[in-house]
């Protein structure tokens, strides 16, 4: 198994990948793996897809919905009614009535949606082994993500993962304007491990994902498991995109 199966490259699909660039890319990722003594890890992406059953552009319609019924649905323009994160709404809506208790009904509603999904969440192929492999050789773990840490915390102790991140689990909180892009769950992740960010890896399905990295010092590594997310990554600046997690998985177990 090479990496070269799985690297998402940022040129056109009809136009052939020179065999060394392809060489020296794969080469760049397995180091970038190897290097890295700290892991960070988004949620809903590279570990699991949260909202498997109900899709998260229902959870984001029923938000505008709920909005339109307080009689807020001005807020959003029509392109952010369509958006289909749920974090979007929540955001906004916390911009424009900062600190009020409809925010905090918000976010209430968006956490109890999390808890009632990790039930019904697909985990991502190869996440599980990969985050026990990484553990088994010493790097340590945690995830950064937007989704409330209970929902996290809940879903890799159902996984029997728990003890591979020893509670390094960093999430929403209630001051809505430290999601990322804001780096404030990687700085806190950082922190508590008593990490260098260059010896650590962010592994993001997001560009939130990758400007918060970038703001920490934190080197990325995107995960797209479509061509959307694809596109959006490397028009964002990500250097590194892969489609699964298998080859990172074959690189940690074909370490010196």
């Not at 840490?149 to 029997?160: F, M, Q, T």
Request: glycine share 6%.
């Amino acid at each position: 198994m090479t990496w070269r199966r799985h690297l998402v490259h940022a040129v056109p699909t009809q136009h052939t990948v020179p065999v060394a660039d392809a060489v020296a890319e794969e080469t760049e990722l397995a180091e970038l793996v190897r290097g890295a003594r700290y892991v960070l890890l988004d949620f809903d992406g590279p570990i699991c897809r949260l909202f498997a059953v109900r899709r998260a552009q229902d959870i984001a319609r029923a938000q505008v919905e709920w909005l339109d019924r307080q009689g807020l649905g001005s807020i959003l323009s029509e392109t952010e009614r369509e958006d289909p994160d749920p974090h979007t709404t929540l955001r906004l809506l916390a911009e424009q009535r900062r600190g009020s208790d409809l925010v905090v009904e918000m976010e209430k509603r968006l956490t109890a949606e999390e808890l009632g999904a990790v039930g019904t969440a697909w985990p991502t192929p190869y996440a599980d082994p990969l985050i026990r492999t990484w553990s088994a050789v010493g790097v340590r773990l945690a995830i950064t993500t937007n989704n409330a840490p209970e929902a996290a915390g809940r879903y890799v102790e159902n996984r029997g993962l728990s003890d591979c991140f020893h509670r390094h689990i960093y999430g929403r909180t209630q001051d809505l304007e430290l999601l990322k892009p804001h780096p404030h769950c990687l700085h806190r992740a950082l922190n508590a491990m008593g990490a260098d960010p260059a010896a650590a890896l962010m592994i993001g399905d997001a560009t939130t994902d990758l400007v918060a990295a970038e703001a920490a010092g934190v080197p990325f590594l995107g995960y797209a498991r479509s061509e959307h997310k694809e596109a959006a990554l490397r028009s964002a600046g990500a250097k590194h995109v892969i489609d699964s997690l298998e080859p990172l998985l074959t690189v940690l177990r074909t370490r010196p």
